[in-house]
Protein backbone atom coordinates (compact mmCIF):
# COMPACT_ATOMS: atom_id res chain seq x y z
CA UNK A 1 0.00 0.00 0.00
CA UNK A 2 1.95 3.55 -0.74
CA UNK A 3 2.28 6.21 1.69
CA UNK A 4 -0.95 8.11 0.57
CA UNK A 5 -3.66 5.67 0.77
CA UNK A 6 -2.42 4.65 4.06
CA UNK A 7 -2.31 8.11 5.10
CA UNK A 8 -5.98 8.22 3.94
CA UNK A 9 -7.00 5.04 5.89
CA UNK A 10 -5.15 5.91 9.43
CA UNK A 11 -6.71 9.56 9.08
CA UNK A 12 -10.46 7.93 8.70
CA UNK A 13 -9.74 5.13 11.70
CA UNK A 14 -8.73 7.94 13.70
CA UNK A 15 -11.56 10.58 12.82
CA UNK A 16 -8.58 13.26 12.04
CA UNK A 17 -8.87 15.71 10.04
CA UNK A 18 -5.99 17.35 7.28
CA UNK A 19 -4.64 20.27 5.70
CA UNK A 20 -1.42 21.20 3.82
CA UNK A 21 0.82 24.44 3.83
CA UNK A 22 3.47 23.65 0.87
CA UNK A 23 5.72 26.18 -0.37
CA UNK A 24 8.74 23.91 -2.23
CA UNK A 25 6.43 21.43 -3.84
CA UNK A 26 3.94 23.77 -5.26
CA UNK A 27 0.91 21.82 -4.22
CA UNK A 28 2.17 17.94 -5.00
CA UNK A 29 1.14 16.72 -1.44
CA UNK A 30 -1.92 17.59 -2.08
CA UNK A 31 -2.05 16.63 -5.73
CA UNK A 32 -1.15 13.51 -4.13
CA UNK A 33 -3.94 13.38 -1.49
CA UNK A 34 -6.84 14.65 -3.81
CA UNK A 35 -5.90 11.73 -6.24
CA UNK A 36 -7.25 9.03 -4.06
CA UNK A 37 -11.29 8.93 -3.96
CA UNK A 38 -12.73 9.54 -0.70
CA UNK A 39 -9.72 12.30 0.78
CA UNK A 40 -12.61 14.47 0.89
CA UNK A 41 -13.30 13.29 4.15
CA UNK A 42 -10.23 14.18 6.03
CA UNK A 43 -8.20 16.38 3.56
CA UNK A 44 -10.10 20.24 4.39
CA UNK A 45 -7.44 21.75 1.79
CA UNK A 46 -4.33 23.39 1.49
CA UNK A 47 -2.29 26.62 0.48
CA UNK A 48 0.89 26.73 -1.40
CA UNK A 49 2.18 30.00 -0.26
CA UNK A 50 5.89 30.46 -2.14
CA UNK A 51 6.11 33.76 -1.33
CA UNK A 52 7.37 34.97 2.16
CA UNK A 53 4.08 37.34 1.97
CA UNK A 54 1.72 34.22 1.31
CA UNK A 55 3.25 32.63 3.90
CA UNK A 56 2.74 36.05 6.19
CA UNK A 57 -0.82 36.76 5.16
CA UNK A 58 -2.33 33.22 4.69
CA UNK A 59 -0.81 31.22 7.27
CA UNK A 60 0.42 33.65 9.29
CA UNK A 61 4.03 32.83 9.82
CA UNK A 62 5.70 35.96 11.23
CA UNK A 63 8.16 38.72 9.75
CA UNK A 64 10.45 38.23 12.68
CA UNK A 65 11.02 34.31 12.13
CA UNK A 66 11.26 35.08 8.14
CA UNK A 67 14.02 38.15 8.59
CA UNK A 68 15.77 35.97 11.46
CA UNK A 69 15.55 32.27 9.94
CA UNK A 70 14.81 32.73 6.73
CA UNK A 71 11.57 30.97 4.64
CA UNK A 72 13.87 27.62 4.59
CA UNK A 73 14.19 26.98 8.06
CA UNK A 74 12.88 24.97 11.15
CA UNK A 75 11.46 27.44 12.75
CA UNK A 76 9.05 28.98 9.50
CA UNK A 77 8.15 25.24 8.85
CA UNK A 78 6.31 24.76 12.59
CA UNK A 79 4.84 28.20 12.03
CA UNK A 80 3.70 27.44 8.58
CA UNK A 81 2.16 23.74 9.94
CA UNK A 82 0.23 25.14 12.96
CA UNK A 83 -1.26 28.42 10.84
CA UNK A 84 -2.41 26.23 7.93
CA UNK A 85 -4.02 23.75 11.20
CA UNK A 86 -5.46 27.05 12.86
CA UNK A 87 -6.91 28.75 9.76
CA UNK A 88 -8.92 25.85 8.31
CA UNK A 89 -9.46 24.39 12.04
CA UNK A 90 -7.78 21.15 11.20
CA UNK A 91 -6.75 18.23 13.85
CA UNK A 92 -3.29 17.85 11.49
CA UNK A 93 -1.49 20.55 9.62
CA UNK A 94 1.22 19.57 7.61
CA UNK A 95 4.00 21.70 5.95
CA UNK A 96 7.09 21.76 3.33
CA UNK A 97 9.45 24.52 2.61
CA UNK A 98 13.01 24.21 0.95
CA UNK A 99 15.11 24.91 -1.86
CA UNK A 100 14.52 22.70 -4.74
CA UNK A 101 16.85 24.17 -7.10
CA UNK A 102 19.21 24.56 -9.74
CA UNK A 103 19.43 27.74 -8.27
CA UNK A 104 18.64 29.37 -4.84
CA UNK A 105 21.53 27.60 -2.53
CA UNK A 106 24.32 29.21 0.15
CA UNK A 107 26.68 27.33 1.45
CA UNK A 108 24.71 27.36 4.70
CA UNK A 109 20.91 26.29 2.72
CA UNK A 110 22.30 24.14 0.47
CA UNK A 111 20.01 23.21 -2.55
CA UNK A 112 17.95 19.99 -1.68
CA UNK A 113 17.12 21.49 1.95
CA UNK A 114 13.92 21.18 2.88
CA UNK A 115 12.22 21.21 6.59
CA UNK A 116 8.97 19.40 7.01
CA UNK A 117 6.58 20.52 9.74
CA UNK A 118 3.57 18.53 11.73
CA UNK A 119 1.66 20.52 13.48
CA UNK A 120 -1.07 18.76 15.86
CA UNK A 121 -3.06 20.67 18.88
CA UNK A 122 -0.44 18.61 21.15
CA UNK A 123 2.84 18.32 19.44
CA UNK A 124 4.58 20.20 16.58
CA UNK A 125 7.31 17.78 15.03
CA UNK A 126 9.84 18.87 12.31
CA UNK A 127 12.14 16.76 10.38
CA UNK A 128 15.50 17.96 8.26
CA UNK A 129 16.79 16.71 4.97
CA UNK A 130 19.10 17.84 1.98
CA UNK A 131 18.27 15.89 -1.13
CA UNK A 132 20.51 15.68 -3.39
CA UNK A 133 18.13 15.18 -6.84
CA UNK A 134 17.33 17.82 -9.38
CA UNK A 135 14.31 20.02 -8.81
CA UNK A 136 11.95 17.53 -9.82
CA UNK A 137 13.47 14.70 -7.62
CA UNK A 138 13.70 16.77 -4.82
CA UNK A 139 9.68 18.05 -4.97
CA UNK A 140 9.19 14.24 -5.54
CA UNK A 141 11.25 13.31 -2.62
CA UNK A 142 9.92 16.21 -0.19
CA UNK A 143 6.09 15.13 -0.61
CA UNK A 144 7.18 11.49 0.05
CA UNK A 145 9.19 12.25 3.08
CA UNK A 146 6.11 14.45 4.01
CA UNK A 147 3.62 11.66 4.02
CA UNK A 148 5.53 9.25 6.03
CA UNK A 149 6.25 11.61 8.99
CA UNK A 150 2.65 11.83 9.07
CA UNK A 151 1.70 8.22 8.24
CA UNK A 152 4.62 7.42 11.27
CA UNK A 153 2.93 10.24 13.74
CA UNK A 154 -0.58 8.02 13.00
CA UNK A 155 0.79 5.02 13.60
CA UNK A 156 2.43 6.14 16.58
CA UNK A 157 -1.26 7.88 17.55
CA UNK A 158 -3.30 5.18 16.74
CA UNK A 159 -1.64 2.50 19.05
Not at 7 to 25: D, F, K
Not at 125 to 133: F, H, I, N, P, T
Request: proline residues 3%; aromatic residues 6%.
Amino acid sequence: MNSVVAVGGLLIEQGLTLVTAESCTGGLIAHRITNVPGSSAYYLGGFVTYANEAKQAILGVRQETLLAYGAVSEQTAREMAEGARLKLGADLGLSITGICGPTGGTPTKPVGLTYIALAAADTIRCERYVWQGDRLANKEQSAEAGLQLLQAYLRERGG
